[in-house]
């Protein structure tokens, strides 16, 4: 059985995409209050918005990557990741046998399709009255999207697909199971 702790980090890759990315929106909010006067309201907005996103990326490039999921032999445990304040002690832990089933779950915004890693848990109230800090508490209220499924949404700055994070926790509720029979 493979128990090695396997974590997950936020990724300066994709930090520095959406970096680029807000810078692009900045260009074309000053092309719009150089070159278009009847949109020069929506070119400052632009302008301000993702300048400030701009900055927030930025400071984030300049911090050390940060712990966002490790799955260990007991359980997974998802750390609080709020982009500006991280605490690295604060974390949902989820034991295996909690957890029922994983699955993939899609939303769509507009016409694109976001995929989301799920856990389908046993009960929500084991996790919620764990001992945890209120940072972590609020995270796992914004995680638990229906009735005993939470949202794994650690994929979206981090290197790793929601696949193939459901495809490496799969695998080891499998081996836990096979080790712990019910």
């Not at 939303?107 to 856990?119: C, D, I, S, T, Y």
């Amino acid at each position: 059985m493979n128990t090695e702790p396997l974590a997950f980090y936020t990724s300066k890759k994709k930090l520095i995409k959406f970096f680029f990315l807000s810078l692009l929106f900045v260009l074309g909010g000053w092309v719009l209050v150089s070159f278009v006067p009847e949109k020069k309201l929506w070119g400052w907005a632009s302008i301000i918005f993702f300048g400030f996103c701009g900055m927030v990326i930025l400071y984030l490039l300049c911090q050390k990557s940060k712990k966002m999921l490790e799955i260990v032999a007991d359980g997974i445990r998802v750390f609080n990741y709020s982009l500006l304040h991280y605490e690295p002690n604060s974390c949902i832990y989820i034991p295996w046998y909690e957890i029922i089933e994983t699955s993939i779950w899609v939303q769509e915004v507009q016409r694109a399709k976001l995929p989301w890693a799920m856990l389908r848990i046993r009960s929500e109230e084991n996790l919620l009255n764990q001992q945890m800090d209120e940072g972590a508490r609020r995270q796992l209220r914004r995680g638990l999207i229906r009735p005993n499924e939470f949202m794994l949404s650690v994929t979206s700055l981090s290197d790793i697909s929601p696949e193939e994070l459901k495809e490496i926790i799969d695998d080891r509720l499998q081996q836990y199971r096979e080790q712990h029979p019910q």
